[in-house]
């Protein structure tokens, strides 16, 4: 019998990507939305008015995010494709002290000097580059850059976000408005602050607390100036 299962194993680091991109977005879209929906009401526009600014702020938010998120993980993308290229060529101009410097690193994490020599050959006798790439770099296919991935993400989380005050919005009457999107929308930042804690291993009250309070302070400067130039016009 195999003593070496292999197994696999599924660590929070793995989702980083996509769940940065996600949770971003989302806060983004209700933050945002839900300011500007505030913003608007407090100016003293009538509902229909207030409904056009969310979902105008909705489509273009969304594909804000969308262009902003791919346009960063891209240069990213970028940046590590041009590292390995440079390995690469590193690595066929002189692989001998290249695997003197993957020796190196194993030497300076603690491992012994020819145990380390050992596993530096072996490892590039088997993939030099990926090697290199995860221990020098630091570039693994968990954490390498995904820009479609992440712009999608940011997108459709940023319109799921932006839908939930602007849903508030056509359900309550108008007289009501400013409060029922402050109080929802405060409430929805709660649960996804928890939320995207839990999934990364932190403390879902302190990113509940976190995202709240950057929601009211945005939604209490929004409000505070849509009331400044409403009375200004």
Do not use: C
């Amino acid at each position: 019998m195999n003593v070496f299962r292999r197994h696999r194993e599924h660590h929070r680091t793995e989702r980083s990507g996509w769940l940065r991109a996600s949770v971003l977005g989302a806060n983004d879209g209700i933050v945002s939305t839900a300011s500007l929906l505030v913003g608007v009401a407090a100016a003293g526009a009538d509902k229909h008015s207030v409904l056009v600014a969310g979902v105008a702020g909705l489509v273009a938010g969304a594909m804000s995010m969308a262009a902003g998120e791919y346009v960063s993980v891209h240069s990213q993308a970028d940046t590590e494709k041009a590292d390995l290229s440079r390995e690469r060529a590193e690595l066929e101009a002189d692989p001998v002290a290249e695997r003197r410097e993957l020796t190196a690193i194993y030497v300076a994490r603690g491992v012994e000097p020819e145990l380390a020599a050992r596993v530096a050959r072996q490892l590039m006798a088997r993939d030099a580059l990926g090697a290199h790439a995860r221990d020098e770099l630091g570039i693994t296919d968990a954490l390498g850059a995904r820009p479609v991935q992440a712009g999608l993400a940011s997108a459709a989380s940023f319109a799921l976000g932006a839908a939930l005050p602007l849903t508030v919005t056509v359900v309550m009457p108008a007289h009501g408005l400013i409060p029922a999107i402050a109080s929802s929308s405060l409430a929805f930042l709660a649960l996804l602050g928890a939320v995207a804690a839990r999934v990364g291993g932190a403390d879902a009250l302190a990113g509940a607390g976190r995202v709240s309070v950057w929601g009211a302070l945005a939604m209490a400067i929004t409000a505070g100036a849509g009331a400044l130039f409403g009375a200004a016009v």
